[in-house]
């Protein structure tokens, strides 16, 4: 098995779009930061800057008076007294939250620019199987004494590995980009648990918003990766795949009043949703979404093999 | 032959969709022999052999090595197989040399100098680091000449390996064959769509037409039963053949006629004593050509080469 995934290691950096891919990541992660900095450094001048604590007192002050219109509902007045608790923690202890313009919260903020990652890995995951039939290698790649299932396992492996791959480029990109365009500033990360506040480390934050992000990456890995044993050929799966990973969101914003749309792939594509608390659809759970991933990622799967190991091969 | 077949395939079919493309093939495969598997385009000898690359499964039927059915022990018949199906695709992103560390990589004792034996063996070792897009056809054929080999496959299976290939390159081929045969033991299956171009290395031919093996030969039982002789004065040269009891048929300025080699010697002294002037005397190989297009139809050949 090794030696197959250093095969399609071997084959998958031989391609010229692999390399463009990389150095593309690279620099629009880099660029995207710059252009981004310059942006807002034009805007600030215009406007006066307050200290933190003038902000929150501020902040403090809209959130008690909100508390006390009696016409507010349960929900609303439970997520206001959460924001309340953080905001007087942060005054009394003397906890600064992170600048907006600081190299911490742009480096905690952009993993939703993963997207990009994911664009590219489905690129990748969709031409794995499909480019040996569209070229008429798969020939020469299934004679040989090796059962088609390692085969597939080890190129479903080497999509995943080349995804981790980009996902590191892309954390270090970012790092670096935060390093140039951005300075660092104190702060902390606090979070309403159970009835408490809780200060909560930085970098574990960005590892689990990264991670996240990462599973989201899987799935539509897996997707494009069956698309392409599918339909054995690059350019139909990587259209079909590229039009769902940006359709797919949206068919689920619109439809985000029905029930059964907590059952659809794309409600839970995008996990980090229940740390930063922007989600599509209420009423839905970190395990619920992670057990409907798993059961799509099974059928993807069953479909990728089933579709591999048992059809003829006449390209 | 009470050797051993290698391979063998029983009571093969294959039906795609409604169409029944191979029909109940029966066919063995000995060491050190080359079989040729001869058939006009679309007979059905792509198919076959993909059934015995396991590229395809068998409808029916299946496809032995060494007693081991394909479909069942996959791996273990497979390192006994090497195979060029069609063309020779590679990797045409990575040169030769990368290709077969690929291919190497996939069978468990294919070490890197048995890749540069393999490299010489086919007379590549100049070019080898260049990507194979660069390559010419002969050059991808020689190539896939060596991916096949690497392992010591022994049986080999090439699809219409002359296509593309010049005749010094199909002379150069058949000698490195014959030698692979012989030397080593290796049965090799070469299928053609032209008699022509197999004749010279064939052990044996199978002729395949409709899915459906129509003949099984020996080629030395064909070539030297019969003789084309040309002599002067042609008419007094007729006379005395056939008063030796022999058939002629004209062809061009002389006759072919189905003699025994032993009384080929005698013939021509007693043309000779008859002052009749002998021009040629020589084994007529045409003859199979001419089975073959009898037995496939000649017009057909013609339509099934424009499709
Ligand atoms: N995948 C397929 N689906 C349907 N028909 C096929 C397929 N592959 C081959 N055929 C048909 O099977 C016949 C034999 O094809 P093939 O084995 O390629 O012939 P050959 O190699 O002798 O030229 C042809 O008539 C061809 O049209
Ligand atoms: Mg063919």
């Known amino acids: 098995m090794l030696n197959l995934i250093r095969n399609e290691w071997m084959k998958l950096w031989h391609k010229k779009a692999t390399w463009i891919m990389t150095i593309i990541l690279v620099i629009m ?6 252009i981004m900095k310059w942006a807002t ?26 508390l006390s219109n009696p016409n507010i509902g349960k929900a609303e007045k439970e997520s206001l007294e959460e924001e309340l608790a953080l905001t007087e923690y942060r005054l009394d202890n003397n906890r600064a939250p992170l600048d907006p313009n600081s190299r911490e919260s742009y480096v905690v903020n952009s993993h939703s620019m993963l997207s990009m990652v994911t664009l590219f890995v489905v690129i990748a995951a969709a031409s794995i199987v499909a480019t040996e039939f569209s070229q008429g290698t798969i020939k020469m790649l299934l004679s040989r004494p090796v059962k088609r299932w390692k085969i597939l396992t080890s190129k479903y492996l080497t ?14 990109s970012t790092i670096i980009a935060g390093y140039l365009f951005y300075d660092s500033s104190g702060g902390s990360l606090l979070e309403y648990k159970a009835g408490s506040v809780v200060e909560i480390s930085y970098w574990g934050r960005v590892l689990t918003l990264y991670g996240l992000q990462f599973v989201g990456v899987l799935i539509y890995t897996t997707f494009a990766f069956m698309m392409g044993s599918v339909f054995r050929s690059s350019s139909l799966a990587i259209g079909l795949s590229i039009f769902l990973l940006f359709m797919g969101p949206n068919v689920v914003f619109f439809l985000s009043r029905f029930e059964f749309t907590k059952y659809i792939l794309f409600t839970h594509t995008d996990l980090t949703g229940y740390i930063t608390g922007n989600m599509f659809i209420q009423g839905i759970s970190m395990p619920f979404s992670i057990a409907v991933l798993a059961v799509y990622v ?13 059809r003829d091969v006449t390209a | 032959m009470e050797k051993q077949p290698i391979v063998e395939l029983r009571q093969l079919s294959k039906t795609i969709g ?15 022999q080359i079989t040729g598997f001869l058939g006009p385009n679309g007979a059905g000898k792509t198919t076959t052999i993909r059934m015995m690359a396991g590229l395809m499964r068998p409808t029916s039927g299946e496809v032995f090595v060494e007693g081991q059915s394909v479909t069942e022990h996959f791996e273990e018949t497979m390192s006994k197989v090497g195979v060029i199906v069609e063309n020779p695709e590679m990797y045409k992103y990575m040169s030769g040399w990368k290709n077969l560390l ?12 048995r890749i540069t034996e393999v490299v010489e063996q086919v007379g590549m070792q100049n070019r080898i680091h260049e990507k194979v897009s660069k390559y010419s056809l002969g050059m991808r054929q020689r190539l896939g000449l060596a991916q096949a080999l690497l392992h010591r496959p022994k049986f080999l299976i090439l699809d219409e390996p002359t296509n593309g ?27 053609s769509h032209l008699l022509s171009e197999i004749e010279l290395m064939c052990d044996r031919i199978a002729v395949i037409q409709n899915g459906q093996l129509i003949d099984i030969r020996e080629m030395n039982q064909v070539e030297e039963a019969h003789y084309y002789i040309e002599a002067q004065p042609a008419e007094q040269a007729r006379e005395l053949l056939t008063a030796r009891g022999l058939s002629l048929e004209v062809s061009g300025a002389g006759f072919i006629t189905k003699v025994e080699q032993e009384k080929i010697p ?31 139809g000649g017009g057909q050949i013609a339509e099934s080469h424009t499709k």
Do not use: C
């Open chain 2, 18 to 32: 409604k169409k029944k493309i191979i029909d109940n093939l029966n066919l063995q495969l000995y060491p050190g």
């Open chain 2, 266 to 296: 005698e013939l021509i002294h007693l043309m000779v004593e008859a002052n009749i002037q002998v021009f040629a005397v020589q084994p007529y190989r045409k003859t199979l050509e001419d089975q073959f297009l009898e037995m496939t």
């Open chain 1, 29 to 34: 992660l880099i660029g995207i930061a710059g």
């Open chain 1, 41 to 66: 450094s034009n805007m600030q001048q215009a406007e006066e800057t307050h200290s933190w604590e003038e902000n929150l007192a501020e902040n403090q002050a809209m959130l008690k008076a909100e």
């Open chain 2, 165 to 191: 290939l010049d005749p010094a390159g199909i002379r150069e081929f058949r000698a490195h064959l014959r030698k692979i045969a012989i030397e080593d033991g290796v049965s090799v299956f070469v299928s």
């Open chain 1, 159 to 172: 999509s995943i590995l080349f995804a981790l791959f980009l996902i590191v480029v892309a954390i270090v």
């Open chain 2, 102 to 113: 690929h291919f190497a990589r996939m069978n468990k004792s294919v070490t890197k100098e």
């Open chain 1, 298 to 310: 099974l059928i993807f799967l069953v479909i990728s093999y089933w579709s591999f190991i048992r």
